[in-house]
């Protein structure tokens, strides 16, 4: 390891150390729960037995705390619940949870210490302790990096596990029998003679009792729900189309409001002139706000009318107004001023590749927008007693604290009512659209106001994902790989988002080196460094983050160096692999896609390895060359999430985001001119399209004994895949996307 290695790591790991070591009562906080906020006016004769288990003489209420953007997060937190719970489908409904500090997300922190997942020293787990220590302490609420399923896994469970073990004590206490002789099942607590008493009729006298926190969770083998196909709660109301989502919610009495934003993200409004849309029907009020203008009509489309109607003078971009300015900031950012940190160097690579044939090759990843089907949205109700907001958010924490700093409202005051999204894919985590729907409601009080984006202007505000460049340079001996040394440049996600929340980010950022210098290929001489460009066009988490250009950059410049040793690009990554789990998911990958038959003439096919969030991923691409452009013909993927919760949600996980990473890969970038992104709608950022979609195999390993998400592991794998599959059919390398600049797709 160089000495800059070292010093990032300490930089982190004494950092974060310092931040809760600094708390006086930081270990006691870490330790006391926080108060269930379930309990604020609870109605006498309810129960609420944990944050996350509410019952009355009515209904079962499970608590669901995470976001569901589409990923199934209510129907997972839900069944875990239910499984130690003894409730059978149907004998419960589920509720978002609100703002609390109850609610913490432990794995958000712990899955940024800076270690690879295979390391299990003292030092990388003392940092992930610290880490997830760290999110308790802010009370932190958030959904992202694929934490869903690892954060709840055992705390739903458990959650599940004393409700049940209070409802049988409640039990003893009606009947006199004793607490060993009760059993649970489908909803009740069952006597010794059969009679079975549902929880509704024992929730009064559980409202009583301390809740049981000595629990024995239940094996695996008496899992009744974990592991089985589940019927999603939300799948029939999707399905038909009834479905509420946040852009839905119209509250009694509601005004619509639309807005204009500098086009040049960040820049000023100079001037504007509204006369023409005030006079236009419907308009209720134009009003200046941050970035531009907001007008409120008595519907969306006559807000959206009027908004177009307004003459604007917008200022200069604060970033570079043309694209080739942005690359070439880039380009010049591979110097030691930018050098953020040195990831990883096992052997000495400037010796090796002294005097060696050097391999070269640069590689490029453009801005990407995140493109939710749902555009962004917000309702919020400001009076003078408190506030209202209906919004599906990912960091609901965050914006309850803001809105409360905004209106001057106490938080306690703020209400906060979380909505189902339709999609996200890290959009959902920034705060404009609430933001800007709280400046217009407090201007209005005691009046309701929706903020609906245009497409096309969710579009242009949108903070996408950052722009990349690589430089490899390599060598091979002996029909092996000797050397890796890859250099990575690009703009800190991490940073832009924290400095839109007033805050700095201390030490090297992970994420601008994630699914490169992590990846388990022990090949003798490997150096990762990663440059971090200063910000251009601010840009944000993106579904896989960083992984998702880098994990392209990685894994193609190894398959380029495979080829030159005349190696199998298979058989070279096994003999490369250092980490059992890896090495599972690349085997099966292999069997299930035959690797190493003939895939015919006009085809090719390509694997890629990527990790990242934790989780080993495998994928195959197979393609035919047809005379009108590359067909993507099957996708095989192997990943290692240990226990999986629904099998049929993770086999669409999986998919989903196979689909993700191949339809960005092919068609999708975000440029620049005169300082505006010129991508405003699906028809110029198209993504996969249905008649392109291939079959997707999938298969989890399940070696794994932790417990892992699965929403963004499958996408980094499917670029590098389809590279190789192209190259493989045609023998043209592709090293920049969107990989329609060189090949038609069909």
């Known amino acids: 390891m160089s000495r800059a290695g070292r010093i990032a790591r300490r930089t982190v790991l004494f950092g974060s150390a310092a931040i809760v070591g600094g708390v006086a009562f930081g270990i006691w906080k870490v330790r006391t729960p926080y108060p269930n906020p379930l309990e604020d006016g609870l109605d006498v004769g309810h129960a609420a037995l944990s944050p996350w288990v509410k019952i009355t003489g009515d209904e079962i209420v499970l608590i669901t705390p995470h976001t569901d953007l ?44 800076p270690f690879r997942s295979s390391d299990t020293r003292l030092r990388a787990e003392a940092t992930r302790s610290v880490l997830a220590s760290f999110t308790k302490l802010l009370g932190m609420m958030v959904t992202g990096g694929s934490s869903s399923v690892p954060d709840s896994f055992d705390k739903l469970r458990l959650a599940g596990a004393t409700a049940r073990e209070t409802l049988k004590r409640a039990a003893a206490e009606e009947t006199g029998l004793p607490v060993s002789e009760l059993r649970t099942a489908s909803g009740a607590v069952v006597l010794p003679d059969g009679t079975a008493l549902p929880y509704t009729e024992l929730a009064a006298t559980a409202a009583t009792l301390d ?133 990883r160097h096992d052997g000495d690579a400037d010796a090796a590749l002294d005097g060696a044939d050097v391999i070269e090759a640069e590689y490029r990843a453009p801005y990407v927008a995140h493109q939710p089907l749902e555009p962004l949205s917000a309702v919020v109700l400001v009076t003078d007693g408190g506030v209202d907001i209906w919004v599906a958010h990912q960091f609901q924490s965050y914006v309850a604290e803001k809105v409360a700093g905004i209106t001057g409202h106490a938080a306690e005051d703020v209400r906060y009512h979380q909505q189902y ?15 800007l729907a709280v400046e217009i409601a407090n201007r209005m ?20 994902r950052q722009i990349g460049m690589a430089r490899g340079r390599g060598s091979v001996r002996n029909g092996q790989v000797e050397t890796y040394d890859l250099q990575v440049a690009t703009v800190s996600a991490l940073r832009s988002q924290f400095s839109r929340l007033g805050q700095s980010v201390p030490g090297p950022d992970m994420q601008i ?87 015919g003439e006009g085809r090719g096919r390509g694997i890629s390895y990527v990790e990242s969030f934790g989780v ?80 997707i195999e999938v298969r989890n390993v399940g070696r794994a004994t932790s417990v892992r998400g699965v929403g963004e592991p499958p996408v980094p794998p499917a670029a590098p895949a389809l590279a190789g599959a192209i190259f493989a059919a045609t023998g043209q390398r592709l090293r920049e996307m969107p990989f329609d600049k060189f090949v038609t797709f069909v």
């Open 445 to 464: 009080r005691g009046t309701p106001v929706k903020l609906t984006y245009r497409r096309e202007e969710d579009f242009a505000q949108d903070y996408p």
């Open 513 to 599: 080196a994630a699914g490169a210098w992590d990846q388990p290929f022990a090949v003798p001489n490997f150096r990762m460094r990663a440059y971090a460009v200063p910000e251009l066009a601010p840009v944000s988490s993106w579904r896989s983050v960083g992984a998702s250009s880098q994990g392209f950059f990685a894994s193609a410049f190894l398959d380029e160096l495979i080829f030159e040793a005349g190696a199998d690009p298979l058989a070279e990554r096994l003999r490369l692999c250092d980490y059992d789990l890896a090495r599972g998911v690349l085997e099966a990958v292999g069997e299930m896609s035959d690797w190493g038959s003939d895939p």
């Open 616 to 695: 080993p991923v495998a994928e195959v691409v197979d393609v035919t060359a047809t005379p009108v452009g590359i067909r993507i013909d099957k996708v095989f993927v192997a990943v290692d999430v240990g226990t999986v919760v629904d099998p049929v949600n993770f086999e669409n996980q999986v998919q989903g985001g196979v689909v993700w990473g191949l339809g960005h890969a092919m068609n999708c970038e975000i440029t620049y001119s005169d300082g505006m992104a010129q991508q405003r709608n699906y028809h110029a950022h198209a993504g996969m399209r249905l008649y392109q979609c291939p079959s």
């Open 70 to 113: 589409g990923q199934g997060a209510y129907q997972m937190q839900a069944a875990l619940i239910a499984e130690e719970l003894d409730l059978d489908p149907g004998q419960y409904r589920t509720e978002p949870g609100e703002p609390a500090p109850a609610y913490y997300n432990t794995a958000a922190g712990a899955d940024v210490a």
């Open 421 to 435: 999204a339709g999609g996200s894919f890290g959009h959902r985590l920034e705060w404009d659209n609430v933001g």
């Open 211 to 343: 809740v049981v926190e000595e629990v024995t969770l239940r094996d695996p083998s008496q899992w009744r729900l974990i592991g089985q196909p589940m019927q999603r709660l939300d799948i029939v109301a999707k399905s038909t189309g009834t479905q509420v989502y946040g852009i839905d919610i119209a509250p009694e009495g509601v005004v619509h409001a639309a807005i204009r934003l500098n086009p040049r993200r960040g820049g000023a409004m100079e001037r504007f002139d509204a006369t023409a849309a005030r006079e236009m029907p419907g308009v209720i009020e134009v009003m200046e706000v941050t970035g531009g203008i907001a007008v409120v009509a008595d519907n969306t489309w006559r807000a959206f009318r009027a908004a177009d109607a307004v003459e604007i003078d917008w200022g200069p971009a604060p970033y570079p107004a043309e694209m080739e300015a942005h690359w070439q900031r880039v380009a010049d950012s591979f110097t030691d001023d930018f050098l953020d940190s040195e990831w």
